[in-house]
C-alpha cells in the first residue's frame, strides 16, 4: 500500500510555490491536486484552477491541513472519503464551483472545521438533511447561490456555535419557518433575498424573524429595492428589536428608501449602514402627508461608497432632521457630497464624530457646512475632512468647537499654512499628511499630542510643541532629526523615508521620553558606528526600533550600496579612516625614504644628470679638430692640485711647442653651472687628461668630468682619454660608482708617474705626444700616432 501510495504521488503535478507550511497553488492551470511538498503543510491554496474531481486520496499527504481553498475551480464532484484524514482542518472553501449536489459524508471526519463557505454551487437544496451535524465547531457557513431553492427544516441540525451566517437566496422558493432559529442567535447575518424581496414579502419576513436579534448584525446585500412596498418586511427588524442593519451592494430609490425609514421609524436600532450603494431619484409622489421619521436609539450612520445618480439633483431630505437630531457619529465617505447646508449642520448638535472624507468639499462649502465658524457641532470631538478639495488651512471655521480633540485634514492641497491660526483650546489630534506643505509654521496648535505631516516636501521641522507624544514626518526631505529639545515628551517617532544620514545613541538619548522610532527607507551612510549601533547598540537602548531591521538601507559607501543594515561588512579602512589613512601616508613615506636611499646608495642621481647632460651635449654641433681651443682638458682633485701647479702646468705649457691647457680654476667661467662649464671644457678640447690618485675617487665633480668623457669616448669612438697615474690604486677599491674609471682602466693603456727621476722626462716627452693636436703643412693632414 506503502509503495503504490508513493508512486502516485510521484505521478501527480508539483507545487513549487510553498513558504515554510503554506503553499500558493492558485491560478496554475491544475488539473488534479498537486503531491504535497511535506507533512507540515498547514495552509494550501488550489483556487482559480481547473480541478474537476477530488480523489479519496488527493490529501491523504495532508494531514496537518488547517486551511484548504478551492474555489472558482470546476469541481462537480468530491468522493465521499476525499475530506477523511483533514481532522486539523478548520477553514474549507468550495465556492463557484459545480457542485449540484452536497453530500453528509465530506463533513464526517471534518471535527475540527470553524469556516465552510458553499456559495456559488448549482445545488438546489442543502442535501438531505442533517449535512451540518458532525461540525460541531463550525463557526461561519456561507451558502446559496441562484439556484438554491429551498432550505428544509433539518438542515442545519447540529449547529450550535455558528456566529456568522451568509445565505444567499436570491431565487429561494421555499423556506421551513424556524430552520435558522434552532441555531440560536447568530451574531451576524448576511442575506441576499433580491427575488423574494420583488415577489414574495411572506418568505422574507419568514427569514427574518428567524434570524433578527437584538444581539445580531442584519446584512442585507445584492437586492434592488425600488418600490415602497418591498419595504414592508422590515417592520419584523423593527419588532424583532435588531439594533445593527447594513445595506451592502445594492439599488435602492430615494422613495423606497424614505419607505424604509419610515418602517424601522421607533426602532431600537443604534447603527444604520448604507455601503457600496447605487441611489436613484424616485419621481413618484406620495400620497398622504409627510412622515418624520424618528429612531430615538440611532447613534450612528455610516454611508459609504454611495453612488448617487444626479446628485446634484438630489433632494437636500429636510425630512431627516428628526433622525439627525439624535445621532452622535456620522460618517458619509466617498459618496461625491459636495455641501452640507448650515440649516443641516444645526440639526445635527449632538454630533461627536464626523466624517466626510474622500468627497468634493470644497474651501466654500466647507465654510458653508461649519457656518462660517459661527458654533454649530458644539459637541464635536473629532472630524475627518481629508482628500476633499480644500486649499486653506482656515483654523478659524474651528476655533468656537471647544470639545473639538481631533482634526483630519490630509490628502487636501494646502501647499502652505498661515503663520499665526486659531485653533480650538483642546486640539490634541492633527493630520495634515498629504497636503503638499513645504513648510511648517508656528500655526501649528502648541496643545498637540499627535501630529501627522508625513507625505510632504519639508526638509526642517522645527516648532516648539511641548506636549507633542506622536510625531508622524514620514516620506518628507530631512536630513537630520527634529531638535529634541523641542519635545520634550515625544515618545512615539516616525521618520521613513526621508534623507537621513545616520542614527547613533547620542541622537536618541536627547530625547528624553522617546520609547519607540521607525526611520527605514533612509539614505544612511553605513559607517563603522552606524552598523554598530544599528546592529547591536539598540539592544542595551530604550527605544524600540519598530519596522524590520531589513529596512535599513545603505546609501554609501558604493561596496554596500543597496544592502541591508544588518549585512553591512566594512573594512578596516572605513572603519578608521584617519588611521587607516594616517598608516597609508607613514608608509608611502617610508617608500619614499627607502628609494631615496637606494638612489644615494647607488648614485642613481649621478647617472640621472650625466644622462641628461650627454642628451644635451648631443644636441650641440660638433667641434672640428681644427676648431678646438685647448690641448687638453685637466681633471685633477684639489688635493692634487700642487702637483698639477708644481710639475704638469710648467712641463706642457713653458715646453717649446706650448701645449694649450683647460683648468678649471683657471678657465672655467665664472657664475656658471659648473656642469656645463665642465662639458663646454671637454668638447673644446682635443684630449681629456685625469690625474688619478685615491683623492681623484673620492671626488665627486671628478666623476661627473670622467662621466661625461666616458660618453664622448664611445660616442665619437677615437681616443679622447689620457689616463695619469699619480699612486698605485687598487682597482678593486674604486667605488662602485667609479665604474666607468675601471673600465677605462681594463681596456686602456695609461701613464704611470715614475717613482726614478730618471725616467721622468720619458714620462713627459710620451705625456705631449698624447695630448698635442696634430698640425695641417701644405693642405696634408699628419696622423697622429701614439706609442705609449
Known amino acids: 500500500m506503502f509503495v503504490l501510495l508513493t508512486h502516485h504521488s510521484f505521478s501527480k503535478p508539483q507545487c513549487h510555490s510553498c513558504?515554510?507550511?503554506?503553499?500558493?497553488?492558485?491560478?496554475?492551470?491544475?488539473?488534479?491536486?498537486?503531491?504535497?511538498?511535506?507533512?507540515?503543510?498547514?495552509?494550501?491554496?488550489?483556487?482559480?484552477?481547473?480541478?474537476?474531481?477530488?480523489?479519496?486520496?488527493?490529501?491523504?499527504?495532508?494531514?496537518?491541513?488547517?486551511?484548504?481553498i478551492m474555489n472558482n475551480n470546476m469541481i462537480k464532484t468530491i468522493q465521499d472519503r476525499a475530506f477523511l484524514p483533514l481532522t486539523n482542518l478548520e477553514k474549507l472553501d468550495l465556492s463557484s464551483n459545480l457542485l449540484d449536489t452536497l453530500s453528509a459524508e465530506w463533513f464526517e471526519n471534518l471535527v475540527s472545521l470553524q469556516h465552510l463557505n458553499l456559495l456559488g454551487n448549482p445545488y438546489r437544496t442543502l442535501g438531505q438533511g442533517n449535512l451540518f451535524q458532525p461540525l460541531k465547531r463550525l463557526k461561519s457557513l456561507h451558502f446559496g447561490g441562484v439556484n438554491l431553492k429551498s432550505v428544509g427544516k433539518h438542515d442545519f441540525s447540529g449547529l450550535r456555535a455558528l456566529e456568522e451566517v451568509v445565505f444567499d437566496g436570491q431565487n429561494l422558493q421555499a423556506y421551513v419557518e424556524r430552520s435558522l432559529r434552532q441555531i440560536g442567535p447568530i451574531k451576524y447575518v448576511t442575506l441576499g433575498l433580491n427575488g423574494p424581496f420583488q415577489v414574495n414579502n411572506a418568505l422574507v419576513e419568514t427569514v427574518l424573524s428567524d434570524v433578527?436579534?437584538?444581539?445580531?448584525?442584519?446584512?442585507?446585500?445584492?437586492?434592488?429595492?425600488?418600490?415602497?412596498?418591498?419595504?414592508?418586511?422590515?417592520?419584523v427588524v423593527k419588532d424583532s428589536g435588531t439594533t445593527n442593519v447594513i445595506l451592502k451592494s445594492i439599488k435602492i430609490t430615494e422613495g423606497a428608501c424614505m419607505n424604509l425609514l419610515n418602517e424601522l421609524s421607533g426602532s431600537n436600532i443604534t447603527k444604520l449602514t448604507l455601503e457600496d450603494t447605487k441611489?436613484?431619484?424616485?419621481?413618484?409622489?406620495?400620497?398622504?402627508?409627510?412622515?418624520?421619521?424618528?429612531?430615538?436609539?440611532?447613534?450612528?450612520?455610516?454611508?459609504?461608497?454611495?453612488?448617487?445618480?444626479?446628485?446634484?439633483?438630489?433632494?437636500?431630505?429636510?425630512?431627516?432632521?428628526p433622525l439627525l437630531s439624535v445621532t452622535r457619529r456620522v460618517s458619509v465617505q466617498n459618496c461625491t457630497l459636495f455641501a452640507i447646508p448650515c440649516q443641516t449642520?444645526?440639526?445635527?448638535?449632538?454630533?461627536?464624530?464626523?466624517?466626510?472624507?474622500?468627497?468634493?468639499?470644497?474651501?466654500?462649502?466647507?465654510?458653508?457646512?461649519?457656518?462660517?465658524g459661527e458654533g454649530v457641532f458644539r459637541s464635536?470631538?473629532?472630524?475627518?475632512?481629508?482628500?476633499?478639495?480644500?486649499?486653506?488651512?482656515?483654523?478659524?471655521?474651528?476655533?468656537?468647537?471647544?470639545?473639538?480633540?481631533?482634526?483630519?485634514?490630509?490628502?487636501?492641497?494646502?501647499?502652505?499654512?498661515?503663520?499665526?491660526?486659531?485653533?480650538?483650546?483642546?486640539?490634541?489630534?492633527?493630520?495634515?499628511?498629504?497636503?503638499?506643505?513645504?513648510?511648517?509654521?508656528?500655526?501649528?496648535?502648541?496643545s498637540l499630542q499627535i501630529l501627522d505631516v508625513s507625505n510632504n516636501a519639508l526638509t526642517v521641522f522645527n516648532i516648539d510643541l511641548p506636549l507633542l507624544k506622536e510625531l508622524y514626518i514620514s516620506g518628507n526631505k530631512l536630513t537630520s532629526l527634529p531638535e529634541a529639545g523641542?519635545?520634550?515628551?515625544?515618545?512615539?517617532?516616525?521618520?521613513?523615508?526621508?534623507n537621513l544620514h545616520t542614527l547613533s545613541s547620542d541622537n536618541l538619548n536627547r530625547y528624553n521620553s522617546l520609547r519607540r522610532l521607525e526611520a527605514g527607507a533612509n539614505t544612511y551612510v553605513c559607517s563603522c558606528d552606524f552598523v554598530a549601533f544599528m546592529t547591536s547598540g539598540l539592544k542595551y537602548h530604550r527605544v524600540t526600533i519598530g519596522d524590520k531591521s531589513k529596512s535599513y538601507i545603505c546609501d554609501s559607501p558604493d561596496t554596500m550600496r543597496q544592502k541591508s543594515v544588518k549585512d553591512a561588512r566594512l573594512s578596516v579602512f572605513e572603519c578608521h579612516t584617519a588611521l587607516a589613512f594616517s598608516v597609508l601616508c607613514l608608509g608611502l613615506l617610508a617608500v619614499i625614504l627607502l628609494i631615496a636611499g637606494l638612489c644615494?646608495?647607488?648614485?642613481?642621481?649621478?647617472?640621472?644628470?650625466?644622462?641628461?647632460?650627454?642628451?644635451?651635449?648631443?644636441?650641440?654641433?660638433?667641434?672640428?679638430?681644427?676648431?678646438?681651443?685647448y690641448d687638453a682638458f685637466v681633471s685633477y682633485s684639489e688635493m692634487d692640485t700642487g702637483w698639477v701647479e708644481a710639475h704638469l702646468i710648467p712641463e706642457l705649457e713653458e715646453a717649446e711647442p706650448p701645449l694649450q691647457l683647460c683648468l678649471h680654476k683657471r678657465d672655467f667661467i665664472p657664475g656658471g653651472w659648473i656642469l656645463d662649464n665642465i662639458m663646454n671644457a671637454i668638447d673644446k678640447s682635443h684630449r681629456t687628461l685625469f690625474v688619478l690618485s685615491q683623492h681623484f675617487v673620492r671626488s665627486e665633480w671628478c666623476k661627473y668630468e670622467l662621466d661625461y668623457t666616458h660618453f664622448?669616448?664611445?660616442?665619437?669612438?677615437?681616443?679622447?682619454?689620457?689616463?695619469?697615474?699619480?699612486?698605485?690604486?687598487?682597482?678593486?677599491?674604486?667605488?662602485?660608482?667609479?665604474?666607468?674609471?675601471?673600465?677605462?682602466?681594463?681596456?686602456?693603456?695609461?701613464?704611470?708617474?715614475?717613482?726614478?727621476?730618471?725616467?721622468?722626462?720619458?714620462?713627459?716627452?710620451?705625456?705631449?705626444?698624447?695630448?698635442?693636436?696634430?698640425?695641417?703643412?701644405?693642405?696634408?693632414?699628419?696622423?697622429?700616432?701614439?706609442?705609449?
Not at 483556487?47 to 495532508?62: E, G, P, Q, W
Request: hydrophobic fraction near 40%; aromatic fraction near 12%.
Open 712 to 788: 664622448r669616448l664611445f660616442d665619437q669612438n677615437d681616443d679622447a682619454v689620457v689616463l695619469i697615474l699619480l699612486e698605485p690604486i687598487d682597482k678593486e677599491t674604486i667605488p662602485k660608482k667609479f665604474c666607468k674609471l675601471r673600465k677605462i682602466m681594463n681596456s686602456r693603456t695609461y701613464l704611470e708617474w715614475p717613482g726614478d727621476d730618471d725616467h721622468i722626462p720619458r714620462f713627459w716627452q710620451s705625456l705631449r705626444t698624447a695630448i698635442k693636436r696634430p698640425e695641417i703643412h701644405d693642405g696634408n693632414r699628419v696622423n697622429e700616432t701614439l706609442d705609449l
Open 380 to 446: 464635536l470631538r473629532t472630524i475627518n475632512i481629508s482628500r476633499n478639495l480644500l486649499r486653506s488651512i482656515n483654523s478659524q471655521l474651528f476655533t468656537k468647537l471647544s470639545k473639538l480633540e481631533n482634526i483630519d485634514m490630509s490628502g487636501n492641497m494646502f501647499h502652505n499654512m498661515d503663520v499665526a491660526c486659531y485653533w480650538p483650546p483642546h486640539l490634541r489630534f492633527l493630520n495634515l499628511s498629504s497636503t503638499g506643505l513645504t513648510k511648517v509654521t508656528p500655526c501649528l496648535p502648541a
Open 212 to 235: 433578527a436579534h437584538p444581539n445580531t448584525t442584519l446584512t442585507f446585500t445584492d437586492t434592488f429595492f425600488s418600490r415602497e412596498n418591498q419595504m414592508y418586511p422590515f417592520k
Open 345 to 372: 449642520s444645526f440639526a445635527l448638535f449632538k454630533l461627536e464624530y464626523m466624517d466626510v472624507s474622500d468627497n468634493i468639499l470644497s474651501d466654500l462649502t466647507l465654510d458653508e457646512m461649519m457656518c462660517n
Open 19 to 68: 513558504v515554510e507550511t503554506s503553499c500558493d497553488c492558485s491560478r496554475r492551470d491544475l488539473r488534479e491536486v498537486p503531491a504535497a511538498p511535506s507533512e507540515l503543510i498547514t495552509e494550501l491554496d488550489l483556487s482559480f484552477n481547473r480541478l474537476k474531481t477530488i480523489m479519496n486520496d488527493d490529501f491523504v499527504a495532508y494531514v496537518k491541513l488547517q486551511s484548504l
Open 486 to 498: 523641542l519635545y520634550p515628551r515625544l515618545a512615539i517617532l516616525y521618520i521613513k523615508n526621508n
Open 600 to 629: 644615494h646608495r647607488f648614485s642613481v642621481v649621478w647617472y640621472m644628470r650625466m644622462t641628461w647632460a650627454w642628451l644635451r651635449a648631443k644636441r650641440k654641433p660638433k667641434l672640428k679638430k681644427g676648431e678646438l681651443k
Open 279 to 321: 441611489f436613484f431619484l424616485s419621481y413618484s409622489q406620495n400620497s398622504g402627508s409627510p412622515f418624520f421619521p424618528t429612531m430615538k436609539h440611532l447613534e450612528e450612520v455610516v454611508v459609504k461608497n454611495v453612488d448617487i445618480l444626479e446628485f446634484y439633483s438630489f433632494p437636500a431630505l429636510l425630512l431627516l432632521h
